[in-house]
């Protein structure tokens, strides 16, 4: 039988509950489908961070190295950690040891889910380049604690990593509608934004079967609540693209219904997946954490694994539950009922 490796990231707050309701919709459709989860569980998270003063040890990049896959719950305790401390300790290194160049983000209305727009037929695929631009780390401050104070946030863009993404963006608008959007500013900043056009312009010529679109952020932010409608695939900067998918997780009902994978496309290195929120300190412990985006970014895992029936089984069983009104606002159904709704119809 085939077994995939996973190593589990649960991290702080809903990140736990999450990632154990994931583990038994998963590990469900893994009996039913003939495959097998191989789990190892990890305790780096803020708390780690209080007994051991490190996120994760220094040797934590290579033990992730050869897993089939990493899963993440969610990562971050503003009261006990800097969220810069709790980021930069862990999440931003494995992306970028793993060049999880590409973070991909679906934004849809699940069934009976009422989002706040009157838009309803929307089916977004944002793609967001995840090793670089404005989160490269690059920067300083200097003179600190004087009047001179000064600090300096060089976003980097390389060819290297604008082609690729762009690449990857067009590969992905070619298996779905065949349109891409492309997000910059590149009115304002007139190097890495120019730049990332023309590099657009240019791969557009291998992709003649892709229509492509430039906004600019400001007017792209307009358009996903104006007329989500028209858009297929999304493609944009680690900042840009961060910020946009908070507004699309808003447009499809909440950030407990967004997903996202983090992918290392030429699979050298495993890939990550996590829910789009972060650890929910005000609802930590209740058991009201929405797992339907952590479930969601499991289906993403299961596809790049290569088990796409199991996948397509476990977003049917999503919409099954939706559909029966199960998890479809704030605070109706607990953590546990929605899991077990989601297990009921994948059984069924
Ligand atoms: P958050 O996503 O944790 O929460 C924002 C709001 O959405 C909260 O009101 C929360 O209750 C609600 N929410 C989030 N997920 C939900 C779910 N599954 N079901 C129901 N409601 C949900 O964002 P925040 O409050 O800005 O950040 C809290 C901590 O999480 C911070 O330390 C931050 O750095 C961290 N964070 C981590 C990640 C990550 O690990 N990928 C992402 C974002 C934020």
């Known amino acids: ?56 040890p220094e040797d934590g990049i290579e033990t992730l190295r050869n897993f089939d896959a990493i899963y993440l719950g969610a990562v971050g305790w503003p009261d006990t ?21 590409a973070n991909i983000r679906p934004h849809r209305l699940l069934p009976k889910i009422e989002g706040p727009l009157k838009a309803e037929g929307f089916d977004i695929l944002c793609i967001r380049e995840n090793t670089e631009g404005e989160y490269a780390g690059a920067g300083g401050r ?38 891409l959007t492309s997000v910059t500013k590149s009115n304002a900043q007139k190097y890495s934004m120019v730049f990332w056009d023309e590099v657009t312009r240019e791969i557009a010529e291998e ?19 104006m007329t989500p409608q028209d858009l297929d695939v999304v493609v944009a900067s680690n900042l840009f693209g961060d910020i946009l998918t908070d507004l699309g997780a808003a447009i499809q009902g909440g950030l407990g219904l967004a997903a996202s994978a983090n992918i290392s496309p030429d699979r ?24 339907i985006a952590a479930i969601w970014s499991g289906v993403m895992m299961l596809e790049h694994l290569g088990e796409a029936t199991a996948a ?30 989601i297990i009921a119809a994948l059984e069924a």
């Open 1 to 56: 039988m085939k077994t995939y490796s996973l190593a589990l990231i649960p991290g702080d707050g809903i990140g736990v509950d999450v990632t154990n309701a994931t583990m038994d919709v998963l590990n469900v459709a893994a009996r039913r489908f003939g495959f097998a989860l191989s789990p190892q569980s990890f305790p780096w998270s803020c708390e780690y961070y209080v007994e051991t003063g490190a996120m994760m």
């Open 81 to 101: 950690v800097p969220d810069s401390v709790s980021l930069h300790g862990l999440l931003l290194p494995i992306r970028k040891a793993f060049m999880q160049y």
């Open 142 to 179: 200097v003179h600190q604690g004087t009047p001179n104070e000064v600090a300096t946030e060089v976003s980097v863009f390389t060819r290297l990593g604008v082609e690729r993404i762009l690449r990857f963006a067009f590969e992905q608008a070619r298996n779905r509608r065949g349109h």
């Open 207 to 225: 992709y003649p079967d892709v229509t492509v679109s430039h906004m600019h952020i400001d007017a792209m932010a307009a358009k996903m609540v």
């Open 268 to 291: 050298a290195n495993p890939s990550m997946f996590e829910p789009v929120h972060g650890s929910a300190p005000d609802i930590a412990g209740k058991n009201i954490a929405n797992p």
């Open 312 to 341: 397509a089984a476990v977003l049917s069983a999503i919409e099954t539950a939706t559909g029966q009104g199960i998890g479809i606002r704030p605070g109706l159904n607990t953590t546990d009922e929605i899991t077990t709704a």
